[in-house]
């Protein structure tokens, strides 16, 4: 698989001489409604040779209209880069949201879009995106600035996970609340860490459990806690099932620094300096401070066990 273009801005991008099937819209987490909307746009550009691109912006736009209350991301833009080229997108335009840009009046986005991306051909979105100043635009705006320029609007129905509307703002509360296997059924995998093993102070080694320590500092924490998880690498190796905890060990250290530690159950062929995948299965229970290390040590042993069980059929 080719690395998938990156473009700083819409006046920056340079994509292939072909048609072009843009994904527009923030896509924070890619879940299974994002998927949907680019999977619309891979399968269309596949038909006639054509280019899949995404925009999306960067930062999130409550840094600008809410300073005080900024939403915290799911999704770095370095990692959504990686997971749409897995998804088949050919490039990832990211404008950059500022003042100038909110204040471009709805009506005349889709004009700024032809301007820069001559080739464009079909725009695709949520059938609930709004864009433009003050949100004023909507589906039906971009489709009736659409009429006459030789460009196609394709809206796409909200996602839901059983009944409820699946959304960036709903996997977020999920993951803070610690409802892992709710958050992944909406994202349509499993929420995940990247990060490099570092070296710790090895005090898990010292009891029995070493551990792996991950590098990872993510904006949107999920809920401290202990979870059953699998570790990979980009190599195609196979995944190997671990027990992670993520947060302030209390027991063992003073700290307000979250840390993501992962024991594997299995020989644990990794070390510093590796790249590795932490990927969320279950939520096992909340971190917790221990008397002392004994207990601490029996209650790692009874979350390998439980961990154990759940990945089985993992």
Not at 160 to 177: Q, V, W, Y
Not at 236 to 246: D, I, K, Q, R
Request: aromatic letters at 8%; one cysteine or more.
């Amino acid at each position: 698989m080719s690395a998938i273009l990156q473009f700083s801005g819409l006046a920056a991008s340079q994509l292939p001489d072909r048609p072009l099937h843009l994904a527009v819209g923030m896509f924070d987490g890619l879940h299974r409604g994002h998927q949907a909307v680019i999977q619309q746009a891979v399968d269309a550009a596949k038909e006639e040779n054509g280019v899949v691109a995404v925009l999306t912006f960067w930062p999130h736009p409550s840094v600008l209209f809410r300073p005080q209350d900024v939403t915290r991301i799911i999704m770095t833009p370095a990692v959504k880069a990686h997971v749409l080229n897995r998804l088949g997108v050919s490039a990832l335009i990211t404008e950059p949201f500022t003042p100038e840009f909110a204040a471009l009046p709805a009506e005349k986005f889709l004009p700024m879009l032809q301007h820069n991306l001559p080739r464009l051909k079909v725009v695709y979105v949520g059938e609930n995106w709004r864009f433009g100043r003050g949100r004023m635009g909507d589906v039906g705006l971009l489709k009736q600035s659409a009429k006459g320029s030789g460009l196609n609007v394709v809206s796409v129905p909200r996602v839901r996970n059983e009944d409820e509307a699946i959304s960036s703002t709903a996997i977020r509360s999920l993951l803070e609340k610690g409802e892992i296997e709710r958050a992944n059924q909406m994202l349509g995998y499993e929420y995940f860490a990247d990060g490099t093993v570092v070296p710790g102070k090895g005090l898990g080694r010292k009891i029995g459990f070493p551990t792996l320590n991950l590098n990872w500092v993510p904006d949107l924490r999920p809920r401290f806690g202990v979870y059953a998880v699998k570790v990979r690498k980009e190599d195609g190796s196979p995944s190997l099932p671990g027990v992670a905890n993520y947060g302030l060990r209390p027991t063992v250290e003073d700290t307000t620094e979250p840390r993501l530690e992962v024991h594997l159950l299995t020989d644990c062929p990794y070390g510093p300096g590796e790249e590795l995948t932490v990927e969320f299965h279950a939520f096992l229970r909340g971190e917790q401070q221990f008397s002392g290390v004994i207990e601490l040590e029996k209650q790692i042993a009874r979350d390998r066990v439980t961990a154990a069980s759940i990945l089985a059929g993992a």
